[in-house]
């Protein structure tokens, strides 16, 4: 298979979020804490973000005004960018990009130094204190490779959550929106065709990304780039000159006599090295 | 008092010896922690603290001795402190000559000195490269510490500077080593951050003025 | 439902009432979300509350909580006013054209009959005129002014759209969106399926909700077609199932009428006398009768004993046996013992803490459920009760999962489909039918040496289900409940070979034929063959009663002559010879449109058509009135504010000065009933963790509420403290020009497991419905404040 993407259609979701206890379910992950350690949000969204052992969450977006009331659901999860800026950071490589164009993390590798999870223009990697390692959706890549869906996908009832080659889905995602545009809905639009290169989550949005908390215009941050692009090389290159030099100084001087002596003479200028 | 030439020149206090100790040692230590996130391949490093994540808390703690070593110095000896203040503050057209000429010393060219004070022009340079240096790391290093409760822009801003601060203040650390042990020229300085004092021949070599200060202020006359 | 889930993929308009479909049938949505981007099909979600259905329907129109009639009602009227009904349809497929007895009246909110010191109804005049001959008088011109389209016509005239709206509070604009869009499927090549579950039924007028729902599906053609219907959406997976084996307190299995202890139903034939119909596919009721007793009593039943019919026990026709009253008999010490099988009343059952002190009455009690409920520890302190003054002996018998136990379930598509056990339950779990099994080979053993002959009936029940002394042979049982001849113990092929001489044996006649053979393979329920084309009939996938149809009244779905509707909507059609098609024929395959009865689609009924005219407890057509504690002191439409029969058995009620707000209770997609099995799974517990209450933002002003605050809400059965959200997706209705609020909270919440929280129905009364005695949980009167 070349790449794949998933698409998430959030104006057929019902937010059942059976994908967020699917996910759970196959990674085997606990629950972040206990109800009665839980603080009362306040609305349905079950967890404020995604957390170490939560790789996706619906994010329930409530708005009332004049236009009556809309209630959003967002599957939230890692995007699986082209450029991902978790990757350029990530100094152990334990992040890297599939050929299929999963971004795959290499757990053992990880160290949990937390520079994914803040580089991240999406802010999705989330570092597990406990074990120090940074966590994130994985997009099932071993259930890929069998052959099966991601877990959240299959267990998607209305049909919201899709996966297939990448080619695929973009296709189904705008004719989908084409579609929502027919029926009104005039903002619908695909986000994740161009975006950071491209991303294998796919979203067919019916409304501005904005409403749905997502960046407009998403990038790797321009100190992502001058860090490991341009900061990285300098601060080596300062770093290996000041060794060569003084190297070269300690070769250089080592043999001379260059201690300081008394003089005993008054006043003006001390002459010596 | 008399003049003598193994008369010794008090340098620097109890305090100061210590923490600058206790700097190199956790500069040492933040250093080679540290390095192994900057180059991949140098990981193994971190066998030597008991794996990545021993490194990472070792990277901590030592980061909280190098940050708070100096503020205790400064607590503990505030006239020190006022003395390095006062002296980085004040330049003369000595210090100028001196940093003129500072590769003719470090490369051990003959080259004429200027009388120099308490700190030389050189010194003065490396007091404000280390001291801002430290402070950089020590903030950014900070910011990357407890991303959560700071703002993203912050923190990601921090992330190259501190990756970049690391190495340039590693490279200006370098060339003080060289100078500060093993060149032939200054490298008895030693002594005064060891012992806490100079002899006369290297003061009055390096610091002239200082040392006809010192001398004056103790009553060192010369017969 | 009249249909089945895939098919809710073929409609052009969802009415969803009382359900919150999305959350609470999410599945549903599966087929609705394909309708609206294949058919362009509009999704109405009409519920007081702003829900996930209504975020992914195209309009949502708010109600005032027990307001459905009124809004149907309305419905009703623009469909006749607006010619929007399917005339065809209605003429021949429903008693329309039917003359109605000219005692029949309905004046200042009473129908005829009705008796002011009984407070009962004397239903004679509810009826239709027959010629001499016994024929029904018609009208299909549908002009007699006394014939039944004319008096609908009449009785839904005072349901125009301002009145309506000032009883519902829906906004006249959106409504009027609702009834131009969903009487559109009043065209021939149209169809509209009306979804509902417990927010319609859980009502004093619940029953007639339903009526309402069924008649306006009359009027538009939308019975009998794809994507048509009237949908029961079931509140567990095999409630359907339940309901067809007898859960009922006056049903038997099969929906056959339990008898009652009066002269009239003393022997045999004189409940087969009084209970079988003249016409109508129930004239078949002696055959499926005796074949049930000969099911239970075997060779005990013999044509010399009345087939045991005595064995049965006789319900006093003047009590109730429904759940309400069964905790009322209970609180009064009458019932000694309980079994309580997959139940939770402490946090179900409405006036929960009425019905938690009932229990304390009993000398024992039985709770059986996969986890240890609230109801199993109704005596603690958590509960509210000083353990110290109760002596009832409590058993918990933990018991199986679905997936730890093979057998079958029947979904509200009435498929019936076999499920495999997958692990082996824990620790000391047993499947139910296991506990069932053991119980009554132990009672037998118990009589078995008795000679009084009250104890006949299960000295001599008919218990044949394999050799294992703990486990039923759930073959033989999914056999029984099928049919067989008794002589020669083959299996029938259909309920229609049922005999009423004790020749052969049912379980539940309507599931006659699922297993036709034999072997394994003849049980139809394991059917798993999927269609390839089609419009998601899938006939050979599981087995749906009655004989494998899938879409009941099909007959409805071709016109008068056998051709179908239209293209779009075909499914069943006249060949010349034959009816064929793409499910199986309700009625006679072989009987010709011109037949007589060619055009009578409604075969259960004695006449043969739809009911637009039908007995129910209130009278033949459902009208508005308030809940039994509504925020409101006088109606519109008459007088009369509250149903006059419903079954109120509190002795106070809630004033609406000192309670103002409308509370409603519902559940989430998160947690399934009580929550005993989603409260105790980690992950479940985890999306819901807290029970909370809704507000509306201006309600929320005006008692100083913030969101996530805690509030006490309190009605007159008590008070309970939880979370509040305070959200726009709840508003204050405009009742006849006063803004009414609502209050909703979810009912999952107990005091015990990994998400705890108080009990809502702590809040609700002990208030049925007049025909099914369905307790009034989705509308009483409360308060709300901080609480602090």
């Known amino acids: 298979m070349g790449e794949v993407a998933k698409l998430i259609d959030v104006t057929k979701c019902t937010a059942c979020r059976g994908c967020q206890v699917a996910c759970k379910q196959w990674h085997d992950l606990p629950t972040e804490t206990t109800p009665d350690k839980t603080k009362f949000a306040g609305s349905y969204q079950s967890h404020p973000d995604l957390g170490p052992n939560t790789y996706t969450i619906i994010e329930f977006i409530e708005n009332t005004n004049e236009n009556g009331t809309q209630w959003h659901f967002k599957k939230t999860g890692c995007m699986h960018c082209t450029d991902a800026a978790c990757i350029l950071v990530c100094e152990k490589k334990a992040l890297s990009k599939l050929e299929n164009g999963i971004v795959y993390r290499d757990m053992a590798k990880c160290v949990g130094c937390g520079y994914c999870a803040q580089n991240c223009p999406f802010l999705v990697p989330k570092v597990n204190p406990k074990t120090e390692k940074a966590t994130k959706c994985t997009l099932c890549e071993n259930r890929v490779e069998a052959g099966l869906k991601p877990a959240c996908v299959s267990t998607c009832i209305t049909g919201a959550l899709d996966f297939g080659p990448r080619e695929k889905m973009l296709e189904i995602a705008k004719n989908r929106v084409a579609t929502l545009q027919q029926q009104g809905m005039t903002k619908a639009q695909v986000y994740g065709e161009k975006e950071l290169g491209g991303t294998h989550v796919i979203y067919v949005l019916g409304d501005a990304p904005e409403v749905y908390g997502l960046p407009a215009d998403p990038q790797v941050p321009l100190s992502a780039t001058l860090w490991q692009k341009y900061g990285k090389p300098l601060g080596a290159a300062a770093f290996c000159a000041s060794l060569g030099t003084t190297l070269f100084a300690f070769f250089l001087n080592r043999k001379k006599d260059l201690a300081p002596k008394l003089h005993h003479h008054e006043g003006g200028k001390s002459h010596g090295v | 008092m008399a003049y003598s030439d193994n008369d010794r020149f008090p340098r620097f206090g109890k305090a100061a010896r210590v923490v600058h100790l206790t700097h190199l040692v956790s500069f040492f230590v933040l250093f080679l922690t540290g390095m192994s996130l900057y180059f991949n391949f140098l990981s193994p490093l971190n066998l030597i603290f008991g794996g990545a994540n021993a490194a990472k808390l070792i990277h901590r703690i030592a980061a909280l001795v190098f940050f708070f070593g100096p503020v205790l110095a400064i607590i503990l000896n505030p006239k020190g402190f006022a003395l390095v203040l006062y002296q980085i503050t004040h330049w003369r057209k000595e210090d100028f000559h001196f940093i003129a000429r500072f590769f003719h010393k470090f490369f051990g060219q003959p080259h004429d000195v200027a009388p120099q004070g308490y700190l030389n022009g050189g010194q003065k340079l490396n007091t404000y490269l280390l001291g801002f240096g430290c402070l950089g790391l020590a903030f950014t290093g900070?910011?990357?510490?407890?991303?959560?409760?700071?703002?993203?822009?912050?923190?990601?801003?921090c992330y190259p500077l501190h990756s970049l601060l690391a190495p340039c203040l590693t490279a200006v650390v370098l060339g003080h080593a060289y100078l500060g042990s093993f060149h032939p020229g200054s490298g008895a300085s030693w002594e005064a951050i060891w012992g806490g004092s100079l002899s006369r021949a290297f003061a009055e070599h390096h610091h002239a003025q200082w040392a006809q200060e010192v001398d004056i202020k103790l009553g060192r006359v010369k017969r | 439902?009249?249909?089945?889930?895939?098919?809710?993929?073929?409609?052009?308009?969802?009415?969803?009432?009382?359900?919150?479909?999305?959350?609470?049938?999410?599945?549903?949505?599966?087929?609705?979300?394909?309708?609206?981007?294949?058919?362009?099909?509009?999704?109405?979600?009409?519920?007081?509350?702003?829900?996930?259905?209504?975020?992914?329907?195209?309009?949502?129109?708010?109600?005032?909580?027990?307001?459905?009639?009124?809004?149907?009602?309305?419905?009703?009227?623009?469909?006749?006013?607006?010619?929007?009904?399917?005339?065809?349809?209605?003429?021949?497929?429903?008693?329309?054209?039917?003359?109605?007895?000219?005692?029949?009246?309905?004046?200042?909110?009473?129908?005829?009959?009705?008796?002011?010191?009984?407070?009962?109804?004397?239903?004679?005049?509810?009826?239709?005129?027959?010629?001499?001959?016994?024929n029904f008088l018609k009208d299909e011109t549908l002009e007699n002014p006394r014939c039944v389209f004319q008096l609908l016509k009449k009785h839904y005239n005072r349901y125009d759209a301002d009145t309506v709206?000032?009883?519902?509070?829906?906004?006249?604009?959106?409504?009027?969106?609702?009834?131009?869009?969903?009487?559109?499927?009043?065209?021939?090549?149209?169809?509209?399926?009306?979804?509902?579950?417990?927010?319609?039924?859980?009502?004093?007028?619940?029953?007639?909700?339903?009526?309402?729902?069924?008649?306006?599906?009359?009027?538009?053609?939308?019975?009998?077609?794809?994507?048509?219907?009237?949908?029961?959406?079931?509140?567990?997976?095999?409630?359907?199932?339940?309901?067809?084996?007898?859960?009922?307190?006056?049903?038997?299995?099969?929906?056959?009428?339990?008898?009652?202890?009066?002269?009239?139903?003393?022997?045999?034939?004189?409940?087969?006398?009084?209970?079988?119909?003249?016409?109508?596919?129930?004239?078949?009721?002696?055959?499926?009768?005796?074949?049930?007793?000969?099911?239970?009593?075997g060779d005990k039943a013999t044509a010399e004993n009345d087939f045991a019919y005595h064995y049965l026990p006789k319900r006093d026709p003047k009590k109730n046996y429904s759940h309400i009253a069964l905790f009322e008999a209970m609180y009064k010490g009458e019932i000694k013992g309980c079994f309580v099988w997959g139940g939770n009343p402490v946090v179900g059952g409405p006036n929960a803490r009425k019905e938690a002190a009932a229990l304390g009455k009993l000398d024992w009690l039985v709770c059986m459920d996969l986890f240890e409920t609230e109801t199993a520890n109704f005596w603690s302190?958590?509960?509210?009760?000083?353990?110290?003054?109760?002596?009832?002996?409590?058993?918990?018998?933990?018991?199986?999962?679905?997936?730890?136990?093979?057998?079958?379930?029947?979904?509200?598509?009435?498929?019936c489909q076999w499920r495999y056990k997958a692990v082996n339950p824990p620790g000391e779990a047993r499947d139910d039918l296991m506990l069932l099994h053991e119980l009554a080979l132990r009672l037998k053993r118990a009589y078995a040496s008795s000679d009084k002959p009250q104890d006949e009936p299960i000295k001599h029940l008919f218990w044949d289900f394999g050799n294992d002394p703990h486990h039923p042979d759930i073959e033989i049982v999914a056999k029984e409940i099928s049919g067989y001849d008794w002589t020669t113990k083959t299996q029938l092929k259909t309920f229609g070979d049922l005999k009423d001489d004790g020749s052969t044996v049912s379980g539940c006649w309507v599931y006659g034929g699922m297993y036709n053979g034999p072997a394994k393979e003849n049980n139809r329920a394991r059917n798993r063959k999927t269609e390839k084309e089609g419009i998601g009939q899938h006939l050979d996938w599981a087995f749906a009663w009655p004989v494998n149809r899938r879409i009941l009244y099909n007959r409805c779905s071709a016109d008068y002559d056998g051709k179908p509707w239209s293209e779009d909507k075909k499914l069943l059609w006249?060949?010349?010879?034959?009816?064929?098609?793409?499910?199986?024929?309700?009625?006679?395959?072989?009987?010709?449109?011109?037949?007589?009865?060619?055009?009578?689609?409604?075969?259960?009924?004695?006449?043969?058509?739809?009911?637009?005219?039908?007995?129910?407890?209130?009278?033949?057509?459902?009208?508005?009135?308030?809940?039994?504690?509504s925020p409101v002191n006088q109606q519109p439409f008459s007088?009369?504010?509250?149903?006059?029969?419903?079954?109120?058995?509190?002795?106070?009620?809630?004033?609406?000065?000192?309670?103002?707000?409308?509370?409603?209770?519902?559940?989430?997609?998160?947690?399934?009933?009580?929550?005993?099995?989603?409260?105790?799974?980690?992950?479940?517990?985890?999306?819901?963790?807290?029970?909370?209450?809704?507000?509306?933002?201006?309600?929320?002003?005006?008692?100083?509420?913030?969101?996530?605050?805690?509030?006490?809400?309190?009605?007159?059965?008590?008070?309970?403290?939880?979370?509040v959200i305070v959200t726009g997706r709840f508003q204050p209705l405009m009742i006849d020009g006063k803004p009414v609020e609502q209050v909703g909270m979810p009912w999952h919440y107990g005091f015990l497991g990994l998400a705890k929280g108080s009990v809502a129905n702590h809040l609700t009364p002990h208030v049925g419905d007049a025909n099914t005695t369905i307790p009034e949980y989705k509308a009483f009167l409360c308060d709300i404040r901080r609480a602090n």
């Open chain 2, 142 to 157: 900070f910011v990357i510490w407890f991303p959560e409760y700071l703002p993203n822009w912050l923190v990601l801003w």
């Open chain 3, 165 to 297: 709206c000032k009883v519902t509070g829906t906004p006249k604009e959106v409504y009027l969106k609702v009834c131009e869009a969903y009487t559109g499927t009043g065209q021939p090549n149209k169809s509209g399926t009306i979804m509902y579950a417990m927010g319609c039924t859980q009502h004093t007028v619940g029953s007639q909700n339903v009526r309402s729902y069924a008649m306006l599906q009359l009027l538009l053609g939308n019975i009998g077609v794809p994507g048509g219907g009237v949908q029961a959406m079931r509140g567990e997976s095999n409630v359907q199932g339940s309901t067809d084996f007898g859960l009922l307190f006056h049903m038997l299995p099969g929906y056959i009428s339990s008898p009652q202890a009066t002269p009239e139903y003393a022997l045999l034939a004189d409940y087969l006398k009084k209970e079988t119909p003249a016409s109508g596919y129930w004239v078949n009721k002696p055959k499926f009768f005796t074949s049930l007793l000969k099911a239970w009593w």
């Open chain 3, 574 to 629: 006249w060949d010349g010879s034959k009816w064929g098609g793409l499910d199986v024929p309700d009625f006679v395959p072989t009987k010709a449109p011109s037949d007589p009865g060619g055009t009578d689609p409604y075969i259960m009924q004695a006449h043969g058509k739809g009911g637009l005219f039908a007995v129910m407890a209130e009278g033949p057509f459902p009208e508005h009135y308030e809940p039994w504690e």
């Open chain 3, 639 to 723: 007088k009369v504010l509250v149903n006059p029969v419903a079954k109120v058995f509190e002795t106070e009620k809630g004033d609406n000065t000192k309670f103002p707000y409308v509370g409603t209770t519902y559940r989430v997609c998160e947690h399934w009933q009580t929550g005993v099995l989603t409260r105790n799974t980690p992950w479940l517990a985890e999306l819901m963790p807290h029970m909370f209450v809704e507000i509306s933002p201006t309600l929320a002003q005006a008692k100083g509420i913030k969101n996530g605050d805690q509030v006490v809400v309190s009605s007159l059965r008590g008070e309970i403290k939880c979370y």
């Open chain 3, 381 to 415: 302190k958590e509960a509210g009760a000083d353990p110290k003054t109760i002596n009832t002996e409590v058993f918990m018998l933990p018991v199986a999962a679905s997936y730890e136990k093979a057998g079958s379930i029947s979904n509200s598509g009435r498929w």
């Open chain 3, 1 to 134: 439902m009249t249909n089945h889930w895939n098919d809710l993929a073929n409609t052009d308009c969802a009415l969803i009432i009382g359900s919150n479909a999305a959350e609470n049938h999410p599945m549903s949505f599966k087929w609705l979300t394909k309708a609206r981007e294949e058919r362009k099909a509009k999704i109405i979600c009409v519920d007081p509350r702003f829900t996930r259905t209504a975020a992914r329907s195209d309009i949502h129109a708010p109600l005032r909580s027990g307001t459905d009639i009124a809004f149907i009602g309305g419905l009703i009227n623009y469909a006749i006013q607006k010619n929007k009904f399917q005339r065809d349809y209605v003429v021949r497929y429903t008693n329309a054209a039917f003359i109605v007895d000219d005692g029949y009246d309905f004046k200042d909110g009473y129908f005829s009959g009705w008796d002011p010191q009984k407070k009962t109804y004397a239903n004679a005049t509810w009826n239709f005129k027959k010629d001499d001959q016994g």
